[in-house]
């Protein structure tokens, strides 16, 4: 290659970055800043903490990924497991040691090519653990909304804080614990961020709504509330030597059933949303490019081990940021290596400026995170989809809201699989093709039932189909579809147009393709 070639490549990739991933960049920054902060609040970890997994997630992650658009940081999805785990562990310190061990796990899964084992959770195991975090993120962060200065609330778990003992000590003096300070300023952020959701305001994408919101909230709070307010209100808190006050792994703890238990738990579920949020993204991607699932698990999983060894919470690809990317007009992984410079420069250059924000701005934030993640109409979704996706669905919500995430999603999946064996599991669809002239016919005929065990093999015969095909789904001797069949089905038909690929469903009626969770 001659060097006028290369000279000629690296300015074509300087206007590509300046033009697109430079902004994008930018965009990405201003919505993930409030969100690193915010997250190490529902994690019960230092604020510094959220913001170097986001660093890491931009510089390191970035780099190592095989996805261009995907952006990498802390994620809500983890925080109350995070939380639980701090507590588990004794310290801030010792749950760093269940990240070292999240992360390796990890690596060891994309390198025995474990990626496509995401694809053998259930939906709605996977939809119920997303709207049980949802609850416990909203309803965690509502005391610290209202300014409820009482710290034992939320000690003794999530449902027993409705028994007789807590409803009488936490509400009895209500008025005495609650900040209306604190109030105001949360139903402020809550106005703004519900505002930007109307159409006429959905059009400024180059303005996060949760940037807006922690702006405006802070300045109100500087200068225009009344000393007697102010001094009410708590404020985030960072060191201004950041880089110096790194925390290490307690490593006198290696030997902990808990730590290695709870890292274990972090590294199965952060590499399930990677991949989820993964699949996402690639599905919002218009040049159609396919992430290699395999080395996104071991590029988080070295993520993840040097957040364990530098005192960082646990980083996965994050839908939130990735499709702010992707509005931005971002082209390429560079983008979200600008946020990660950003987000460096932000800490050195504004240390000061980022403590005068008040926790109401991020509790505020994260309600709304969780409302996302739990919403109604969900429900009322999945029920109107019978009995078999319901069941496990809500039996996931209860049993993690009583007792822990990793059980609530052993248990949902227990019930998925009784569903499976009930409704006598067996060769679920049959593969015939047949060339005529320069096109391939397939028809992929269902049998009587056809379970979510079949997804794997559904999506690779899928994949490999050639452009210019003619695909036909024949359904009429299927009694028993699974939803994540469908969901695969209808996918395919939405998205098969880019591949010139024709297709006809008989007998099967189509489900609308939802890519929020």
Known sequence: MSPYTKKSKRKLFFKLWLKHDLPAGFTVFFVALPLCLGISLASGAPYQAGLLSGIVG?????????????VSGPAAGLSTVVAAAVLSAGSFSGFLLCMVIAGLFQIVLGLIKAGGLANLFPSAVIRGMLAAIGIILFSKQLPIALGYDSPDFWNSGFLSLFTSSHIISNFVNLNQHLSSATIILSCISLAILIGFNLPILKKIKFLPAALVAVLVVTLISLYLMPATYQARITRVQIQEGFFSGFIFPDWSKINDFEIWKNGITIGILASLETLLCIEAIDKLDSQNRITPVNRELIAHGIGNTVCGLIGAIPITAVIVRGAANI???????????????????AVIVIPMLINKIPLAALAAILLITGYKLAPPKLFRKIYKTGLKQFLPFIVTIVMILL????????????????????????QEFVLTKVNRNETTLITIKLNSTVSFLN????????????NYSAVTFDGSECTQIDFDILEIISEFQVNAHHKHIEVTLINIVPTEVDYSH
């Open 455 to 466: 997804k794997v093999k559904l999506r690779s015969i899928l994949g490999g189909i050639k």
């Open 58 to 70: 931009g510089l390191l992650v970035s780099l190592l990924s095989g996805s261009q658009l995907s």
């Open 403 to 426: 007792t822990d995430l990793l059980i609530g999603v052993g248990i949902g999946f227990l019930i998925a699989m009784i569903f499976i064996v009930t409704n006598n599991y067996k």
């Open 327 to 345: 509005d931005a007009g971002a082209r390429t992984r560079f983008a979200s290596f600008t946020h990660g410079i950003l987000l460096v420069i």
